[in-house]
């Protein structure tokens, strides 16, 4: 059984701090990792991907990959109240025409 | 103005009916996927088709049929048999296979039961 959990939130951060988001993977076959943002009643969009163990920087976002340990983290710099949303990781196995999704970590960003 | 669209918006479904969900893609992605996401849950996925006239079962297709006549179109078809349909459907899709190839999704139908 694949899973990937989350942990649901909220995490509250008042604005300009680092938020630090978190994701856990049971399978150690696992090939890419992605972080999506969601809005309430809206679709998710891509926010970060990675493949290989390490830090990836975006802009504000930082995605943090550790497979020894089975982790995958986003860290989001200087947290704007716009940044306020349903944050889900994905992973892609090695059948790599499949996701699996946590069930999302709700962040608020307090002005 | 390329995307993926989902219709309608809204979907109320009567005891004992199918309804189907619209989805179409312009992008000229192969792959196509159908999730249903529940409140406070993630995405989980129903149907996945790789290529026009082939599809394969996610972990929850049970109640739920598809067809891909067309490259740009994958619709869902919620049948009686799923007793709880009431979600959010998301459609998505992808380029082609491949480790570094992301999903796009369109802005989903909410299935409500009358």
């Known amino acids: 059984q694949k899973e990937v959990e989350q942990n649901s939130g909220p995490l509250s951060v008042p604005e300009g701090a680092i938020a630090s988001l978190n994701c856990t993977y049971s399978d150690r076959v696992s090939q890419s990792f992605f972080w999506y943002r969601q809005y309430s009643g809206k679709s998710p969009e891509l926010i970060m991907s990675?493949?290989?163990?390490g830090d990836k920087e975006d802009g504000r976002f930082t995605a943090q990959l550790n497979k020894a340990s089975q982790y995958v983290s986003l860290l989001i710099r200087d947290s704007q109240p716009s940044d306020s949303a349903t944050y889900l990781c994905?992973?892609?196995?090695?059948?790599?025409?499949?996701?699996?999704f946590g069930s999302g970590t709700k962040l608020n960003v307090k002005p | 103005d390329g995307g993926i669209t989902q219709s309608p918006k809204y979907l109320f479904r009567k005891e004992g009916q199918n309804v189907t969900l619209s989805c179409e893609q312009n992008l000229n992605h192969d792959a196509m996927y159908w999730y249903r996401q529940d409140p406070g849950q993630g995405l989980r996925l129903i149907y996945y088709s790789q290529i026009v006239n082939d599809f394969q079962k996610g972990d929850i297709a049970e109640g739920y049929s598809v067809s891909r006549e067309k490259k740009e179109s994958f619709p869902l078809t919620v049948t009686s048999a799923q007793k709880n349909p009431t979600a959010f459907y998301l459609c998505a899709s992808r380029p082609k296979p491949g480790l570094q190839e992301t999903q796009y999704f369109g802005p989903g139908t909410r299935l409500l039961v009358l």
């Open positions: 994905a992973v892609n196995w090695g059948d790599f025409n499949k996701f699996y």
């Open positions: 990675i493949y290989s163990n």
